[in-house]
């Protein structure tokens, strides 16, 4: 089966760095994305992520584990702006290449 | 706004009817997914084409589902005999694919049904 975890709510204050963390277990895996999506928006791509390591742009950095099956999404300089739900998503192997989501990270950034 | 489209925004229909939901890609790629999203989740897989081939379908998609790209283009999904449960944001998102070093999928901004 697969699973994929991660926190369901945060909170940070503007201007503070928060780290959103994303566990998963699954078959098939190819990489690891990360999306941000705001209410009744479509979801917007931030990073992706084959090989281990960090990989950073600009205010916001991701980092993988292949190992330990664990990623997580470093925002920093938080502005009221990134108030929005982060999806970590498993990108599969195979001919479809599907997205397997998280259910998203609600993050309220507070003055 | 990623370049793909989605008509309509928004469908409020009654228990039974059918509706169909149009998405355009970006026009050089050529894979095109569908997705299904409820209030508090991710997106669920629907259905995947690569052109004009639909290659795979989740278990979610019921045979009231049909999905087609008739063109390698634009895709329609309809849903027969609608029931509440299909209430939901549906996604349509395309990609260049692997082969072109395209990973990345990119969402239109979603139909949202409403089943009464």
């Known amino acids: 089966g697969q699973n994929i975890d991660q926190p369901t709510e945060m909170t940070a204050t503007e201007g503070a760095i928060v780290q959103i963390n994303c566990t998963y277990q699954t078959s098939g895996f190819n990489g690891l994305f990360w999306y941000q999506q705001h209410a009744g928006e479509a979801p917007t791509f931030l990073s992706y992520?084959?090989?281990?390591g960090l990989e950073e742009k600009g205010r916001f950095s991701s980092f993988l584990s292949r190992s330990k099956g664990y990623s997580y999404l470093l925002l920093k300089e938080l502005q009221m702006k990134d108030s929005a739900s982060y999806l970590c998503?498993?990108?599969?192997?195979?001919?479809?290449?599907?997205?397997?989501f998280g259910t998203g990270t609600r993050l309220q950034v507070t003055l | 706004d990623t370049g793909v489209s989605q008509d309509p925004r928004h469908k409020i229909t009654k228990r039974g009817q059918n509706v169909t939901f149009r998405c355009d890609p970006i026009s050089e790629h050529n894979r095109l997914y569908w997705y299904r999203q409820t209030l508090g989740q991710g997106p669920e897989f629907l259905t995947y084409?690569?052109?004009?081939?639909?290659?795979?379908k989740s278990r979610l998609l019921s045979d009231r589902f049909s999905a087609e790209r008739p063109k390698g283009s634009f895709s329609t999904l309809e849903i027969q005999r609608t029931e509440q449960g299909d209430s939901a944001m549906y996604l349509c998102?395309?990609?260049?694919?692997?082969?072109?070093?395209?990973?990345?999928?990119?969402f239109g901004p979603g139909t949202r049904l409403t089943v009464l």
């Open positions: 992520n084959v090989l281990d």
């Open positions: 998102a395309s990609s260049l694919g692997v082969m072109a070093g395209g990973h990345e999928q990119f």
């Open positions: 084409f690569q052109n004009e081939a639909q290659l795979e």
């Open positions: 998503a498993v990108h599969h192997t195979g001919t479809a290449s599907k997205l397997t």
